[in-house]
């Protein structure tokens, strides 16, 4: 079953501090995997994805195949992180995605 | 930087009324998407569409809904009779060529409320 996973529902932290946001996916092929972002009242933008390898914002994230996750993490939050965060699996065929139910990540001053 | 528009922002109809709700997707781009979300829940994939057809479509997507390109430019996303339960956000999303490596981009959604 082709499905992503993210157990938390809302992350506080405080400002400066480390963030972690779980992902976990279940897919049969090779994955490919992207991390979505929503701020208030806005659509939903790409943060990364996995094959990019890059750094968005601080914000950075290993596919483990071994533990079938993708967790997003980010050393010092800012409180301009608050936000929705969303896990997508994009599938073959027709490319569409598979999201997780979200993290409402709050930063706290 | 180009945007991928939807209209209107806020419908409400009642139900068994037929909507259809418009997106304009980025000009190059070749795939085309719905996908809606609950309130409280998480984004789920509708329909998608590429070559002027439907390529794949969700258990979601029944026969009271349908897509439609009717003029190249615009794509439309019709319920023909609403009821109570699909009150949603809904998103269009479009896509270029890349194969699955390409993201895709979201229009800021309708949000459609039954009556």
């Known amino acids: 079953a082709q499905r992503v996973t993210q157990p938390e529902k809302l992350l506080s932290v405080f400002k400066g501090a480390p963030v972690e946001l779980k992902c976990n996916y279940s897919?049969?092929?090779?994955?490919?995997l992207f991390w979505y972002v929503q701020y208030s009242r806005q659509r939903l933008q790409l943060l990364l994805r996995?094959?990019s390898r890059e750094s968005i914002k601080g914000f950075t994230a290993d596919l483990n195949k071994g533990e079938t996750s993708f967790h997003l993490k980010k050393p010092f939050a800012q409180e301009e992180d608050s936000a929705m965060y969303y896990c997508a699996l994009i599938t073959s065929g027709t490319y569409k995605y598979i999201f997780g139910t979200g993290t409402r990540l709050k930063v706290l001053a | 930087e180009p945007e991928v528009t939807q209209t209107p922002s806020h419908q409400v109809t009642q139900m068994g009324q037929e909507v259809i709700l418009r997106c304009v997707p980025i000009?190059?781009?070749?795939?085309f998407y719905w996908y809606r979300q609950i309130l409280g829940q998480k984004v789920e994939f509708l329909v998608s569409f590429y070559n002027n057809e439907i390529s794949e479509k969700s258990e979601i997507f029944d026969d009271q809904f349908s897509v439609e390109r009717p003029d190249g430019s615009n794509f439309t996303l019709k319920i023909r009779s609403t009821k109570l339960e699909d009150s949603a956000m809904y998103f269009c999303a479009s896509r270029g060529i890349g194969g699955r490596y390409t993201e895709a981009f979201f229009g800021q959604g309708t949000r459609l409320t039954v009556v």
């Open positions: 897919y049969s092929g090779s994955p490919e």
């Open positions: 996995h094959i």
């Open positions: 000009s190059n781009h070749l795939y």
